[in-house]
C-alpha cells in the first residue's frame, strides 16, 4: 500500500492511547506502514511525563482503559477502585507489548514542524534532531494536556531550591522533610497536596481560587467485584459509549425541583459517600450544569461539608468557593482534612498575590517570605491547542495553524480543520468533553474510516470551511446553555494569561458525538471534502 515516494503511508505524533490505539487500527486493521514520534523517552503519553506524588486517573478502574482488546479486558486486573499512574503506565506497556507496537514507535524525537505539499499532496514531518520524514496522512495525539503552564513570576530564575512542574517530575526528587511551596489547585494541585502533605516537613499551598471537591472513594476492591465486571464487559461498554461523560454510570435524569428538600439532601449524601466528582455532578440530579438555582443547592451542600472539615476560621473561609459549581468535577479523598494538619499552610493568591520569587523562597504582597526548598507548579496545560501552537505547522496555501486559529482554536467534529488535508486530530478543539479513552476510542475509529475510505477512492479528504464553522457555533450553543462558561476555567482557555477566552469542547455527552458521526458517514461523510489524489498510488 505504500506510495514509493513516502517514507510512511501515515505518521503518528504521541505515543499515549491516542497514538498507540491508532498504531494498531492503521498498521493492524488496515495493513499499512505507520510509524510514530514520541517526544518522551518512554511510551505513555501523559502518564509518563506526569509522575508527581498523588498521580492517578479520577475515572474508575474500570472504565479507565481500552475496550477494543477482548482479551486484555478479561487478563488485566485490579484492586482499587482507581488506578495510580505507575499502574496506568503498566497497563499501556502491556497493551504495546502484547500487540508488537515498540517497532514501530520512535522515541526521543520531538516532532517540530508538518509541511503539506500540495503538488503530491504529502506531509512532511521535522523534528528537533534536524530529520525529516514523509507521509500521505498525519495523525496528532497530542493530548489535551501536554503543553505545561509555567507563571512567569519576577525572580523565578534566582530560586536556589529546585522548582518543578507536576508534570516534568523529576525521578530523583524526594520530598520527605523538605519545606515545599505548590502553587494550583486545580486536580493535578490537589492530588499532589493529598500525597504530599503525608512526606513533607511543611506544606504551603498557593490557592488562586477555592475548589470544589468531593471524595474520590478510593477503596480496595474484591476479586469477585473485579470478576462480575469482567461477566459484563459488553453491557459496561455500549453503556459508556452511549452515555453522557463516559464515566460508568448512568446520568441522571431527575431535576432538583423533582424532589424534596429533604430527598435532594439524601442524594447528595449518597453521592458524597459514594465518591466520584463525576458523579456527583451528573449523576445526582439532571439540572446541576444547567440551572443556576440547582447549581447553587449542590454548591451550598459543599460548602457545608468544608464547613464541618476545616477546623481553623481563616482556613475554612479561604478553601469555602463563592462562584458557581462549574469547572471539571474534582474529587480527593480527605482533601479538606489536609488543611487540618499542622504542617499546611494556606495562602490566597486572591487576596495576597505572590509578588517575587527570591533566592529563599516566595513573597507575597504582604511582605511575608515563605521559605521553600522545592517549589511546584501545578499549574497545569495550555490545553487543547497549545502544542499544536508549538509545532510549525503549514497547510494548504502556506498557512499556519497559528494563522487559521488566530482568533481561536477551531476543527471540525475535534478531527480536522480546513486547509490542512489528510491530517486528523485525536482530541482536537471542539471535540467531546468526558472520559478520555472512550472519547479516544471513538475519534480513532471515525480517523481510521475516513483514512480507509481514502485509501479505497484514491481521494484526498478536508474539512471544508462551512462545515467547521457550523460546529463551531454548535459547541458554542451548547457550552452557553451551561454554566461552564461562567467560571474561570482550563476547558475555556483561561487558565493562561492573554488566551482569548474561547469554546474548546463538545459538551452534548459521548453518545450524541456518537450520534453525530453516525449521521455524517451515512450522508457520504458529509463536512468534508473528497478530492482525488494529484499523485496517484504506485
Not at 144 to 168: E, K, M, W
Request: with cysteine.
Amino acid at each position: 500500500m505504500t506510495i514509493s515516494n513516502v517514507d510512511y503511508d501515515a505518521i503518528v505524533i504521541g505515543a499515549g492511547f491516542g497514538g498507540i490505539y491508532q498504531l494498531h487500527t492503521l498498521r493492524d486493521e488496515l495493513g499499512m506502514n505507520v510509524r510514530v514520534f514520541e517526544k518522551g523517552s518512554g511510551i505513555g503519553g501523559t502518564w509518563w511525563w506526569n509522575r508527581y506524588p498523588g498521580a492517578m486517573s479520577d475515572t474508575e478502574s474500570p472504565y479507565y482503559r481500552f475496550s477494543w482488546d477482548e482479551d486484555l479486558l478479561q487478563d488485566w486486573s485490579w484492586d482499587h477502585t482507581y488506578i495510580h499512574q505507575p499502574e496506568i503506565l503498566s497497563y499501556i506497556d502491556a497493551v504495546v507489548d502484547r500487540w508488537d507496537m515498540r517497532k514501530d514507535i520512535q522515541l526521543d524525537t520531538e516532532i517540530t514542524s508538518l509541511v503539506y505539499d500540495e503538488k503530491s499532496d504529502t506531509w512532511t514531518a521535522g523534528s528537533n534532531n534536524g530529520e525529516t520524514w514523509t507521509a500521505r496522512y498525519v495523525v496528532t495525539a497530542l493530548g489535551l494536556l501536554a503543553a505545561v503552564n509555567i507563571p512567569d513570576i519576577p525572580g523565578r530564575d534566582s530560586f536556589q531550591g529546585r522548582i518543578v512542574h507536576t508534570a516534568q517530575w523529576p525521578a530523583d526528587l524526594d520530598l520527605h522533610g523538605k519545606r515545599v511551596g505548590v502553587v494550583g489547585t486545580g486536580s493535578t494541585g490537589t492530588q499532589f497536596i493529598v500525597a504530599a502533605s503525608k512526606q513533607v516537613e511543611h506544606l504551603t499551598v498557593f490557592q488562586r481560587n477555592p475548589q470544589y471537591s468531593v471524595p474520590s472513594g478510593y477503596a480496595p476492591v474484591t476479586p469477585e467485584e473485579v470478576a462480575e465486571y469482567k461477566k459484563r464487559w459488553p453491557e459496561i461498554w455500549k453503556q459508556v459509549r452511549n452515555s453522557g461523560v463516559a464515566f460508568g454510570f448512568d446520568e441522571s435524569t431527575i431535576a432538583t425541583t423533582d424532589v424534596t428538600p429533604e430527598q435532594r439532601e439524601q442524594i447528595f449524601e449518597d453521592a458524597w459517600n459514594r465518591g466520584n466528582g463525576f458523579y456527583f455532578m451528573f449523576g445526582t440530579f439532571s439540572d446541576l450544569a444547567v440551572s443556576a438555582e440547582a447549581n447553587e443547592h449542590a454548591a451550598d451542600f459543599i460548602r457545608r461539608k468544608i464547613a464541618q472539615v476545616v477546623k481553623d476560621p481563616e482556613k475554612r473561609r479561604l478553601l469555602t468557593p463563592t462562584l458557581p459549581y462549574a469547572k471539571r468535577p474534582l474529587c480527593n479523598n480527605n482533601y479538606y482534612d489536609v488543611y487540618n494538619q499542622d504542617n499546611v499552610e494556606l495562602v490566597s493568591i486572591l487576596e495576597n498575590p505572590i509578588v517575587e520569587i527570591t533566592p529563599t523562597g516566595v513573597k507575597t504582597a504582604d511582605g511575608n517570605l515563605h521559605e521553600l526548598d522545592v517549589l511546584v507548579f501545578a499549574t497545569g496545560f495550555d490545553a487543547v491547542d497549545g502544542n499544536y501552537r508549538r509545532m510549525n505547522m503549514v497547510g494548504r496555501g502556506g498557512e499556519t495553524i497559528d494563522e487559521h486559529w488566530a482568533d481561536a482554536p477551531t476543527s471540525y467534529l475535534g478531527v480536522a480543520t480546513p486547509g490542512f488535508p489528510n491530517l486528523f486530530m485525536i482530541l482536537g478543539p471542539n471535540g467531546p468533553f468526558t472520559n478520555l479513552i472512550p472519547s479516544i476510542e471513538v475519534q480513532v475509529e471515525f480517523i481510521t474510516q475516513l483514512i480507509q475510505r481514502a485509501e479505497t477512492d484514491q481521494i484526498v479528504i478536508e474539512a471544508t470551511q462551512e462545515a467547521e464553522d457550523e460546529w463551531t457555533e454548535t459547541c458554542r450553543t451548547i457550552a452557553d446553555f451551561t454554566l461552564f462558561p461562567k467560571t474561570d476555567s482550563w476547558i475555556f482557555g483561561a487558565n493562561i494569561p492573554g488566551k482569548k477566552h474561547s469554546v474548546m469542547f463538545y459538551l452534548a455527552g459521548l453518545g450524541a458525538y456518537r450520534g453525530v458521526l453516525a449521521e455524517l458517514e451515512a450522508a457520504n461523510y458529509k463536512g468534508f471534502s473528497l478530492k482525488p489524489k494529484l499523485v496517484p498510488a504506485a
